[in-house]
């Protein structure tokens, strides 16, 4: 049983970090090479490449927070609440293989915008969908984690209900 706990905490911490070095290097890749408000058609005008620094969060809610606020709100907050959840990870024993990967998204996504907002002051997002009356706003691979672990953990939840009716 000790074995097979350890070795879920290494698989949680290897899925959290490699979340966070996907969104790391892509992110650099773009710094380095895109250059700011760029448009880069990658399938014609339906998925853009472009270089946006986002000072704020989601969609540049808080972009016009005093810099206190901005380092208690987009900071300290963001890293209380990733580090309270991965030490539930850390410490549970029977946890659904689905959460896990959830989870760890979540977390690893959460840490590389964290990353940035700490080390650059804003976040890079470079990425943006346009289909018709659909478009997205510009986002990065931290952002695509984080939603998709937010299905995931959706989806497990509404089939746990489901399954108690």
């Given at each position: 049983?000790?074995?097979?706990?350890?070795?879920?905490?290494?698989?949680?911490?290897?899925?959290?970090?490699?979340?966070?070095?996907?969104?790391?290097?892509?992110?650099?890749?773009?710094?380095?090479n895109?250059?700011?408000?760029?448009?880069?058609?990658?399938?014609?005008?339906?998925?853009i490449?472009?270089?946006?620094?986002?000072?704020?969060?989601?969609?540049?809610?808080?972009?016009?927070?005093?810099?206190?606020?901005?380092?208690?709100l987009?900071?300290?907050?963001?890293?209380?609440?990733?580090?309270?959840?991965?030490?539930?990870?850390?410490t549970?024993?029977?946890?659904?293989?689905?959460?896990?990967?959830?989870?760890?998204?979540?977390?690893?996504?959460?840490?590389?915008?964290?990353?940035?907002?700490?080390?650059y002051?804003?976040?890079?997002?470079?990425?943006?969908?346009?289909?018709?009356?659909?478009?997205?706003?510009?986002?990065n691979?931290?952002?695509?984690?984080?939603?998709?672990?937010v299905?995931?953990?959706?989806a497990?939840?509404?089939k746990?209900?489901e399954?108690?009716?």
């Amino acid at each position: 049983m000790q074995k097979h706990f350890i070795l879920n905490r290494f698989y949680i911490l290897v899925l959290v970090l490699l979340n966070v070095g996907c969104d790391q290097i892509s992110k650099e890749v773009v710094r380095t090479n895109v250059a700011q408000q760029d448009y880069i058609p990658l399938i014609e005008h339906y998925f853009i490449l472009t270089n946006v620094e986002n000072t704020g969060a989601m969609l540049g809610f808080g972009q016009n927070f005093s810099p206190f606020m901005k380092m208690v709100l987009l900071q300290g907050l963001p890293l209380l609440v990733l580090l309270i959840i991965l030490f539930r990870m850390l410490t549970k024993t029977n946890l659904n293989p689905w959460m896990v990967i959830g989870f760890a998204f979540v977390i690893g996504g959460g840490m590389g915008n964290l990353i940035d907002r700490i080390f650059y002051g804003s976040v890079t997002d470079f990425f943006q969908i346009r289909l018709g009356i659909f478009t997205t706003g510009i986002f990065n691979m931290a952002d695509v984690a984080v939603t998709l672990g937010v299905i995931i953990i959706l989806a497990l939840s509404i089939k746990r209900k489901e399954a108690t009716f």
